[in-house]
């Protein structure tokens, strides 16, 4: 049994460890809070790039830009956004996973985050490209990524490009997902993701898109110049808004993590609290004890 010097030196490091728990959920929330308002921020800018390409889409087709010709026979490409630190609970494991299941090994990967790259470097798998990004994420630091991956589509005989990250749905809940991002379906060209205006619970208006369609256009030079513009900003946010979804989910699981945390030490210090409290009770009774035998003994 554990003498009460021991227990008062564990109540002492678990309640340091509390303090520091607290800290870092502190720290996260105020991250998590930074990640929303940059999210929210790019929503008008979203929906006006998607009222145009919305009408664009209708006057041109797949064979308009090589951006949206479908390929036959090549590899996929697929770029993985994790965390560069860990005790954010199952982020990472839940994503990795979910790649694992979903993605052929011979794909390439391109990384962005320490602890996923580590982990498929460590399997063996083809890592062709890694990229470090800020927090919070600076829109410029997000080009470099989106003019990488849009040139391995052109230029390098990928069929398909992916990007596996974690949705932020609400500060309890993150979902790992795989999005196609090259070649972009005109059938999704300018359609609001979910991931768009942080998680699910933002969607697209009817009105906003029936009042895109109603526009009419005139294009100038042609609707594949216009093409050749607003495709590669199209890319960029999308990437840009894949980056700020994952540092929220980020954020957010370990706000909840060291919450957990930090709740289980409390919980820890009162269980050896009320153990420190017993021992010293017991001592002093058996102190009392000892002094009532010697007090009869002497009579």
Request: with cysteine.
């Amino acid at each position: 049994m554990a003498n009460l010097r021991d227990i008062r030196r564990r109540i002492k490091s678990v309640k340091n460890t509390a303090q520091i728990t607290r800290a870092m959920q502190l720290v996260a929330a105020a991250k998590m809070k930074k990640a929303q308002d940059q999210a929210l921020a790019g929503r008008d800018y979203a929906d006006l790039l998607n009222q145009v390409l919305v009408n664009l889409k209708e006057n041109v087709g797949e064979e308009a830009h090589p951006l949206l010709q479908a390929k036959e026979g090549g590899k996929e490409l697929i770029l993985i956004i994790s965390t560069d630190k860990g005790l954010c609970g199952a982020l990472n494991t839940n994503l990795g996973k979910k790649i694992r299941a979903e993605i052929s090994k011979d794909a390439d990967i391109v990384t962005v985050g320490r602890k996923l790259r580590n982990q498929f470097a460590k399997a063996g798998r083809n890592m062709i490209a890694d990229f470090e990004v800020r927090d919070p994420v600076p829109f410029a630091e997000a080009r470099p990524i989106a003019k990488f991956l849009t040139k391995a589509f052109l230029e390098g005989g990928y069929s398909k490009v992916s990007v596996a990250f974690s949705n932020y749905v609400n500060v309890m809940r993150q979902e790992p997902v795989i999005v196609q991002l090259l070649p972009i379906s005109t059938a999704d060209l300018g359609e609001k993701q979910d991931y768009e205006g942080m998680g699910k619970d933002v969607n697209v208006k009817e009105t906003d898109h029936a009042a895109a369609l109603s526009k009419d256009y005139l294009f100038e030079p042609s609707g594949k110049a216009v093409l050749d513009t607003l495709l590669p900003l199209y890319i960029n946010f999308q990437v840009y808004q894949m980056l700020v979804e994952s540092r929220a989910s980020e954020h957010s699981a370990r706000m909840v993590a060291m919450k957990g945390a930090t709740d289980n030490a409390k919980k820890f210090i009162k269980e050896l609290t009320l153990e420190y409290n017993k021992l010293r009770q017991a001592a002093i009774t058996a102190e009392l004890l000892e002094i009532t035998t010697a007090m009869r003994a002497m009579e």
